[in-house]
């Protein structure tokens, strides 16, 4: 089954504990993406990848990194996580980014979410 | 900076009637539009997209019209069901970029 999978899904942590999001997908997708989506705010993006080693930031990048060693996973990493960060987290992949207009549409496929609660 | 909003927060329709949200973007440069299903607890589905070389486009039960003039955006589900009760949100892309710009969403209750 074709899919995007994070873990965890729920983690309440404390301020300054460094954290990893993880998120594999299995449809060897190049274009891999996370987002934050807050109460009346839609879906904010903090980073993106075109392919493997390549990222880039999104919207939102402050107090996160990334890294895409690999084409199937894009870990989110928190360094030193702080209550602003507290959120519903969302990793999105697609065959090719949302702008390659030369290709046929390209919607994203999205996990189920990590919801963080930093304290 | 601009953004993509919508009209109504919350939609109420009775099981069986056609619903219809609205989005407004504000960056004529967009040129490829989706809409989101979320159910609670679950991450964003994808519903329906369009280009902006189209006026219209059909799904199963589902129409996105694109209104490039005054830059509008809405999706009409046909005979609406109590399985289609979600908050729905639209995404813009700007021509060659490579993110997405979320609405905020509609929460949409099918009562029975």
């Known amino acids: 089954e074709a899919q995007v999978t994070q873990n965890p899904r729920y983690l309440i942590t404390v301020t300054g504990k460094k954290l990893t999001v993880t998120c594999s997908q299995n449809?060897?997708?190049?274009?891999m993406s996370w987002y934050r989506q807050d109460p009346g705010l839609g879906l904010r993006q903090i980073y993106y990848?075109?392919?493997?080693?390549?990222?880039d930031k999104g919207d939102v990048p402050e107090g996160y990194k990334v890294s895409r060693k690999e084409k199937r996973n894009f870990p989110l990493i928190l360094e030193s996580p702080s209550p602003n960060q507290t959120s519903l987290y969302f990793c999105?992949?697609?065959?090719?980014?949302?702008?390659?207009?030369?290709?046929?549409?390209?919607?994203?496929?999205f996990g189920d979410g990590t919801r963080l609660s930093i304290l | 900076g601009e953004s993509v909003g919508l009209h109504l927060p919350t939609l109420s329709v009775q099981e069986g009637d056609n619903s219809i949200i609205n989005c407004a973007y504000s960056?004529?440069?967009?040129?490829?539009f989706i809409w989101y299903k979320q159910e609670s607890g679950k991450g964003p589905q994808f519903i329906i997209d369009i280009r902006s070389n189209m006026d219209k486009r059909q799904g199963q039960r589902v129409t996105v019209l694109l209104n490039k003039t005054v830059k509008h955006l809405s999706l009409q589900i046909a005979a609406t069901q109590p399985g289609d009760s979600a908050v729905y949100f639209c995404a813009e892309n700007i021509a060659n970029n490579n993110d997405m710009r979320f609405g905020a969403g509609t929460r949409l209750t099918v009562k029975p």
């Open positions: 990848s075109m392919n493997v080693e390549v990222t």
């Open positions: 960056n004529s440069a967009s040129d490829y």
């Open positions: 449809m060897n997708h190049e274009y």
């Open positions: 999105a992949s697609s065959s090719r980014p949302p702008g390659a207009t030369l290709y046929s549409n390209q919607p994203q496929h």
